[in-house]
């Protein structure tokens, strides 16, 4: 056991967790473990029981993958320090729909679900806090399916770069070709004509295994308006959770 990614008042880095009342973090803070987890490590396989929630810390990141019948895993959401993955608003030991996998290595911290249970049990404002993010995980898979109905390779490349940018703080996004195109749902060969794209006009640089974004306002420009449909809900639903811009 590491100890946890701490932030500020020496709570873990994440979003979701900071603000608690402290009445609420004191029910669940003992319990917290600290746990370092790599990049494309899995935390839940489809049937996998759900024991333990995870929260990101710091620039972590998480993706939620669903598989499709030709093998290909399509993401569904992001999630970053904004909140947590895994048996959120459940009783726990149900089975995963899908594969949640590790997308940017970092710091987390976990809870076993039965002590999330006991401690909601003993709190109705912490039980109300998860169903609101709860919600608002909701609303993002819900704006994710309508993005991939309606919005062009481009936009969607963009939305997704700027949305990781904007979790992590860090210009620099772990994401190849092949990576963006099984995420995307459409051939390596759309989405590299894409990125070269970005590349000739400046708004990104590529490097072995990861994009650089050089001009991050022309890549917000380029981008559908789904992230800010997200953040919009956040903030009416969790004002301050998710990730302000650095």
């Known amino acids: 056991m590491g100890a946890p990614c701490t932030g500020r008042d020496d709570r873990p880095d994440n979003n979701l967790l900071r603000t608690l009342r402290e009445a609420d973090y004191a029910l669940v803070g003992p ?12 935390l839940y396989s489809p049937g996998d029981n759900v024991e333990m929630v995870h929260f990101p810390c710091g620039p972590s990141l998480v993706s939620y993958l669903v598989a499709n019948e030709d093998g290909r895993d399509v993401e ?3 999630v970053g320090r904004e909140g947590a993955v895994g048996g959120i608003v459940s009783q726990g030991h149900l089975p995963a729909y899908c594969r949640i996998v590790v997308k940017y290595g970092g710091p987390f911290v976990r809870l076993r679900v ?3 249970e006991a401690a909601k049990a003993q709190s109705l404002t912490l039980r109300y806090l998860f169903a609101r993010y709860a919600d608002c ?7 994710s399916t309508a993005c991939n109905a309606v919005h062009s390779i481009e936009q969607r490349t963009a939305k997704w770069i700027v949305s990781a940018l904007e979790r992590t703080g860090d210009s620099v996004v772990p994401l190849t070709h ?3 195109s099984t995420m995307l749902g459409v051939g390596r060969s759309y989405t590299s004509r894409v990125i070269q794209g970005f590349k000739a006009e400046g708004i990104l640089a ?3 295994g990861a994009v650089t974004v050089r001009d991050i306002d022309a890549l917000k420009a380029r981008a559908c308006l789904c992230n ?10 969790l004002r301050g959770v998710y990730p302000v811009e650095v």
């Open 114 to 116: 039965v002590q999330l």
């Open 178 to 180: 092949e990576q963006l």
């Open 206 to 208: 590529t490097r072995r």
């Open 76 to 78: 569904t959401i992001l």
């Open 137 to 143: 995980l909701i609303a993002q898979v819900f704006q």
């Open 31 to 42: 319990y917290l473990e600290g746990a370092a987890q790599p990049g494309n490590q899995l």
């Open 228 to 237: 800010e449909a997200v953040k919009s809900h956040f903030d009416a639903v």
